[in-house]
């Protein structure tokens, strides 16, 4: 087993998340974690594990830009095969988990383009200077940038969720 | 810095503390603020706050993942890999070839642009229609022309009339009734293997070698003659024929190829016994009188008139076409050097 083939077997699974958490589209997310593995088998990159990630961001952005353009980026969550029913859970339950998952994907889009990224870029696994290299912080500020990330993430779930009740008292 | 806070009593900032939670500060900062949580308690409430966000955030995030699915196994990326790698190249290669074609056809373009310069040749349909040698044009002497692997185009029938060795084209000034290559039909059915008479030559007045010809088929001339069967490549062959009488015993009979230009003229290759060859060429009508054929001690390229020939020995390879000395010069080296590489 070569180091691509094995940083493969590892970072996979963790490509495909960081993609749909981008494109919110399961089988797009997929598609994208192999066309960034077929790059990185061509290409060779010296430090394969940030590479992927960062080409994958690429891949991402290239991805909502044409999303933009077709108009139609914007699926409810509700709507989209990807996200599927949870299995055994009654209709009310059902919508409120949808619910739920609608309002993190509002809280984590509310955040500006570089929190996202960072927080994201950390929630892969990627070490701080990794995360520093892709996004063009200092290796000290991505701590930093981290804290007010996963604050604004949480009051912002936090505010959408007690709108939510709110709504249905 | 931390050690200077720690001194001080001042607290640990919350970034620090993600930081140290993530595990991303070198292990001497982590043993200095481990020391200053064994000591402040403010900074241990905020470390328990920020690890409840930390694992909060971790729980929110992990919501929106796509559903579980098996990965697939690297072979398939490798082989998704492959197929591109692949399709670059072919890519590359159509690329080539287009690059290749458009080359050509600009080479093409230029050529017929160059060649239309030169006065056009009759063709053996219309002989009567051939200037007089005072009527033509001269031209560049870099302009023979040569004939290419597909010489059955239309710039075939117009090359230059120019002699060069005036004392070889002897026929310019002589009627010009060619040896009945005229109108020769495109051959729509199969070639087939049987014997006839003659149909080359056909004048009354010459000898008929012999008188008897077969007529072959193109696998069948192969097949008896392998690849010294005389022959331009890429023009369609419209006639074999094979001389039954006047070779010497043992040596191969004297072998006639017509072949067909795009422009409907028929070119002939001739191969065999010197002797043969050179009487075949002088019995056609208003052949010169004496034989300017090439000799066993002149072996070169000679002849005019819409013949050309050369000596190899006791054999000799010739061409007749309605083309001018020059054209026939030329395919007489190409068909040359043809037969030499097979």
Redesign the interface.
């Known amino acids: 087993m070569d180091d691509l083939e094995q940083l493969y077997q590892t970072t996979y699974s963790a490509v495909v998340r960081f993609l749909y958490r981008k494109v919110w589209d399961a089988d797009r997310a997929e598609d994208l974690a192999q066309e960034v593995f077929v790059r990185a088998l061509a290409h060779r990159p010296e430090k394969p594990r940030a590479w992927v990630f960062a080409v994958a961001a690429n891949l991402a952005r290239d991805e909502a830009r044409a999303a933009i353009r077709r108009k139609r980026h914007l699926t409810l969550l509700t709507g989209d095969p990807g996200q599927g029913p949870t299995p055994n859970i009654a209709a009310d339950d059902q919508v409120e988990h949808d619910e739920r998952l609608q309002a993190v994907r509002d809280a984590l889009e509310s955040l500006t383009p570089r929190d996202k990224e960072v927080l994201l870029l950390w929630d892969a696994g990627l070490s701080y200077p990794e995360i520093a290299e892709q996004t063009g912080l200092a290796v000290g500020a991505v701590g930093t940038t981290l804290a007010r990330a996963r604050k604004r993430l949480v009051d912002a779930y936090d505010r959408q969720h007690a709108r939510d009740h709110a709504a249905y008292s | 810095m931390i050690g200077n806070m720690r001194e001080t009593m001042r607290h640990i900032p919350?970034?620090?503390l993600?930081?140290y939670l993530?595990q991303?500060l070198s292990r001497s900062q982590c043993v200095e603020i481990e020391s200053h949580l064994a000591a402040c308690e403010s900074c241990r409430r905020a470390r328990d706050n920020?690890a409840a966000?930390?694992d909060?955030?971790?729980a929110?995030?992990a919501?929106?993942?796509?559903?579980r699915?098996f990965?697939?196994s690297?072979d398939?990326?490798?082989e998704?890999?492959s197929e591109?790698?692949t399709h670059r190249h072919r890519r590359r290669r159509a690329m080539a070839w287009a690059a290749s074609v458009v080359a050509a056809l600009g080479l093409g373009w230029w050529a017929n642009t160059y060649v239309s310069h030169a006065q056009p040749a009759t063709t053996a349909v219309a002989p009567d229609r051939r200037p007089a040698p005072a009527d033509r044009a001269p031209v560049p002497r870099d302009a023979i022309p040569v004939a290419h692997g597909h010489a059955g185009t239309a710039d075939d029938g117009a090359v230059e009339m120019r002699a060069d060795h005036p004392a070889k084209a002897l026929g310019s000034a002589a009627p010009t009734q060619p040896i009945r290559l005229v109108a020769m039909p495109r051959v729509a059915e199969p070639p087939r293997l049987e014997l006839s008479t003659a149909s080359l030559p056909t004048s009354s007045s010459e000898p008929a070698l012999g008188g008897i010809w077969r007529t072959l088929s193109w696998a069948g001339a192969q097949t008896e003659r392998g690849d010294s069967v005389p022959h331009i490549d890429g023009l369609p062959v419209v006639e074999v024929q094979v001389g039954q009488a006047g070779a010497a015993a043992g040596s191969k009979s004297i072998m006639v190829v017509a072949q067909q230009l795009a422009s409907g003229e028929v070119i002939r290759t001739i191969e065999g016994p010197a002797a043969d060859v050179s009487q075949l060429l002088n019995s056609r009508p208003g052949a010169q009188n004496p034989s300017p054929w090439p000799t066993a001690a002149d072996p070169g390229i000679a002849g005019g008139d819409g013949a050309m020939a050369m000596r190899h020995g006791d054999r000799m390879l010739a061409i007749t076409a309605q083309l001018s000395n020059d054209s026939l010069r030329a395919m007489m080296r190409r068909l040359n050097a043809e037969m030499r590489g097979r």
Not at chain 2, 63 to 67: C, M, R, S, V, W
């Open positions: 919350e970034d620090e993600h930081s993530d991303a920020i966000l930390r909060r955030t971790t929110l995030l919501t929106l993942a796509p559903p699915r990965s697939p690297i398939v990326v490798r998704r890999a591109r790698a």
